[in-house]
């Protein structure tokens, strides 16, 4: 084919393309697919892989995104993390060691959910270095949290849960004058959430049920270093523990969603993709050469053919998984689906390739002494291309289906994020009947949308391609 | 050629692909149990050596001991023998439905593979059917009532909804589903196992409760698919000759559809629905698992969750069975409704 045919053939199927408005939707979404799949180290970060199967400590876990605030009646405190030089310039030096003033503007109606200093690290060789963390709030209070908590090595210190803020909380509000029921004053000092009394406005439902006080909080973190040791600030973090996070919350290991569905996009449309025309193209050879063969060849290639078909290929991908110990590679993925993906196809390849070998220019080739594979691969494959192309898009929706559902089963790679397995890890939390809507619809959203958008250029392909199906 | 040939060659035909399938599945499990097995061995003797250890009965020579046992239990295993003796021992089993135990319960107490199968498909079977039979009967009547206007916004939107459905994760789905009805309203219980505390007709109206969220669930995914290859079909069958003989006759429009186009349409439409059953089959088994349904989907999960290899070989045949099964019936019933089918009729199409 020369290249001005191949150019006006080119443009004289896009103007008839363009017509198909459910095709150009469905074109516009891949391109944001593929953008968002390239573009996945830049958006996120490049180490979400290797990140994803540990656990995001620094992050608050099971929260729903920071949007839901504006929906409803009670706004969610966010996550907030102060570290790098935003702590650098909160910190200076006294005379016994290191002095931090933290600012918390709290304006939510659920407080945090801690408040954590983390990663400071002392090395000692005499006395080790110690903590004290103040707070006053709004209201004109000054408690001392936690006092002279000694320490070396990494520090992880989470307020909210500590026994010594606790108790120190408890003697504040008994020295306030609020009377506290000596039977429970154990299970307060073992199971309050001591972060939701620092932000709780002080009366006497401070401990059951606090309400928020609203305003400024000052910390002061007061680390006393002696003589002889040193205390490094570099990886120093204070996070405030959010109850909302990001765009899409976060799951029951920290995770942040967002990140999973961006990344999930990228094998998804791989797999996808791959499969698809791995499949069709040995549908087509083998329809094809089925037909053009012809006698007992024909019949055995259709024998094996109908042996294919009468597999079920979900309990033999399942078999399959348990036989690569239970986790199946991402290419080994594509292999498996594409073995059981061209069988259909290549009963409608044969049958329309039966009707082209009877037209008289494959006789003529035939004729002047044209090889098999020049016949096949030169005259008659090139025929079905339009079936093909329609054809791998139409592939492409249940191989990302079959993908996720192996996922999804906790057969897939657990190298790689996708969509079925964030779908796995909430189905096994139970984050359905828990409610964690933020972690259950985004992902099968995706792959809803992924299988759609292939769906839609695939019936807009076949009904520009084959104009006979065009009148239904 | 006669029917009876046509039964024996279909037959002959899901036999051959049965043995081969069973076969290539053996080959693969031996190598999967052989591991495993290794493992439970392991265990096995550190258990006695404990256990003798604590009677004041431990052996002279430990490592000598513990060769012999372990030597002793890989002959009670077979793993001594050469694989391919391993493999026609394996497929000898799986033929006969010998598929041996679980290592821990499932369903209570049961750990004999073939009796958590037997509890297992009836429930399954009580899932499917039922949603099956609704998705037939609305796919009929909706795909019929598009065929008879094609074009308009009601089979636009039916074909739109088709588009839309084939690309949901039934599972997912279900979990939505879930959040919705189980979580948000509380209009339905989560889980699917029945209280038994409750007898008679306060039983049957508590599994008819836990049923309707999974039952919704198939039947909200699939009958928009169902009822747009109806609707093809009927639009092909509608365009014959004698459909317009048949109008012209003076027939009845309601006579003319119900009577003439939809028995004439009968034969693939018979096999899709024997297919199709079949087919969900499959995206139900994950669908089960999310209600935790007890059926064969919830086994799968199961068994792939604590690595169960017998429970795993067990259920691939059996739902290989069920398959084949059905792809012969599904024949039978198109050679049966459908004279001009017989084997090898395909070469002339």
């Known amino acids: 084919m020369r290249w001005v045919d191949f150019k006006e053939s080119l443009s004289s199927f896009w103007s008839d393309f363009r017509r198909q408005k459910s095709g150009l939707l469905g074109l516009l979404l891949l391109f944001l697919f593929i953008f968002t799949a390239a573009t996945a180290p830049m958006i996120t970060s490049p180490d979400i892989p290797e990140k994803w199967q540990g656990f995001w400590l620094d992050n608050p876990k099971n929260v729903p995104p920071i949007w839901i605030n504006a929906f409803s009646s009670q706004t969610m405190a966010s996550h907030l993390i102060i570290e790098g030089e935003n702590l650098q310039k909160l910190i200076t030096k006294t005379d016994s060691g290191y002095l931090i003033e933290a600012e918390y503007n709290n304006e939510y109606d659920v407080p945090p959910q801690d408040i954590v200093i983390k990663d400071l690290s002392g090395k000692t060789t005499g006395g080790k270095p110690s903590i004290t963390v103040i707070v006053k709030r709004p209201d004109g209070k000054e408690v001392t949290l936690i006092k002279n908590y000694k320490f070396s090595g990494s520090l992880v210190l989470q307020l909210g849960t500590h026994p010594q803020v606790r108790d120190n909380l408890l003697k504040w509000i008994k020295s306030e004058g609020i009377y506290i029921d000596p039977l429970q004053e154990f299970q307060y000092r073992t199971l309050m959430d001591a972060a939701k009394v620092i932000f709780g406005q002080l009366n006497e439902n401070i401990l059951d049920n606090p309400d928020s006080l609203k305003g400024t909080y000052k910390f002061t973190i007061l680390v006393n270093v002696p003589e002889g040791s040193s205390v490094s600030f570099d990886n120093a973090k204070v996070i405030f523990t959010g109850r909302a996070y990001g765009w899409l919350g976060t799951d029951f290991k920290g995770r942040d969603l967002l990140a999973g569905i961006i990344w999930g996009s990228r094998v998804s449309l791989v797999i996808g993709i791959s499969v698809a025309i791995v499949s069709v193209l040995i549908g087509i050879f083998y329809g094809v050469t089925s037909a053009y063969l012809g006698g007992w060849s024909d019949e055995l290639m259709m024998r094996f053919q109908e042996f294919m078909a009468s597999i079920p290929s979900l309990p033999i991908l399942i078999l399959m998984g348990a036989y690569f110990g239970g986790h199946i590679k991402l290419w080994q993925i594509v292999v498996l689906l594409a073995i059981f993906g061209w069988v259909g196809i290549a009963r409608v390849a044969r049958s329309m390739a039966l009707q082209i070998k009877e037209q008289t220019y494959i006789e003529a080739a035939r004729v002047l002494g044209a090889s098999t594979g020049r016949i096949i691969f030169k005259h008659m494959v090139p025929q079905l291309l339009p079936y093909a192309f329609a054809q791998m898009a139409l592939s492409v929706p249940s191989a990302v289906l079959a993908e996720a559902s192996l996922s999804y089963l906790g057969l897939g790679d657990p190298t790689a994020v996708t969509w079925g397995q964030i779908l796995h890890d909430a189905q096994a939390a139970g984050a359905a009947v828990n409610g964690y809507w933020w972690w259950v619809i985004p992902p099968g959203l995706a792959i809803a949308l992924v299988g759609l958008t292939f769906v839609l250029i695939g019936t807009a392909l076949d009904r520009v391609l084959n104009p006979r199906l065009r009148r239904l | 050629m006669g029917f009876g040939k046509y039964l024996v060659v279909r037959l002959l035909n899901a036999l051959v692909v049965l043995t081969i399938v069973t076969l290539v599945m053996s080959s693969l499990f031996v190598k999967v149990a052989e591991k495993d097995l290794e493992n439970t061995i392991v265990q096995q003797v550190n258990a006695e050596f404990q256990s003798l250890q604590q009677q004041g009965k431990t052996p002279e020579d430990p490592d000598a001991w513990r060769a012999e046992r372990i030597a002793y239990y890989r002959r009670q295993y077979h793993l001594d023998k050469p694989y391919w003796w391993r493999v026609q021992y394996y497929f000898k089993n799986t033929l006969t439905f010998n598929f041996g135990k679980t290592k821990n319960p499932v369903f209570g107490s049961e750990k004999d593979v073939l009796a958590i199968l037997k509890m297992a498909i009836p429930r399954t079977i009580q899932l499917f059917t039922t949603a099956q039979i609704i998705i037939i009967t609305l796919g009929i009547l909706l795909g019929v009532k598009a065929a008879q206007m094609v074009g308009s916004l009601f089979d636009r939107a039916l074909s739109v909804l088709a588009l839309v459905m084939s690309s949901i994760p039934m599972w997912w789905f279900g979990m939505i589903m879930l959040l919705i009805f189980s979580f948000k309203f509380g209009w339905f219980p989560s889980r699917a196992i029945p209280d038994p505390n409750l007898t008679g007709w306060a039983h049957i109206l508590d599994i008819l409760k836990r049923m309707t969220l999974p039952v919704a669930t198939i039947v909200i995914v699939s009958f928009g698919a169902w009822a747009w290859v109806i609707r093809n079909i009927m639009i092909g069958t509608m365009q014959e000759d004698f459909i317009m003989a048949a109008r012209a006759k003076g027939v009845p429009e309601r006579k003319v559809i119900y009577g003439h186009a939809l028995r004439a349409a009968a034969p693939p439409v018979v096999t899709m629905v024997i297919m199709s059953l079949l087919a969900s089959l499959g995206g139900a088994i994950i669908t089960e698992s999310v209600f935790t349904w007890p ?47 017989k084997v090898g009729a395909s070469e002339n199409m």
Not at chain 2, 312 to 326: E, R
């Open chain 2, 295 to 341: 059926g064969m989907g919830r086994v799968y999960w199961i068994a792939i969750e604590t690595n169960e290899t017998n429970l795993i070989m067990g259920l691939t045949f059996v739902n290989v069975l069920l398959y084949l099964a059905g792809v012969i019936i599904a024949d039978l019933a198109y050679g049966f409704l459908d004279p001009r089918v």
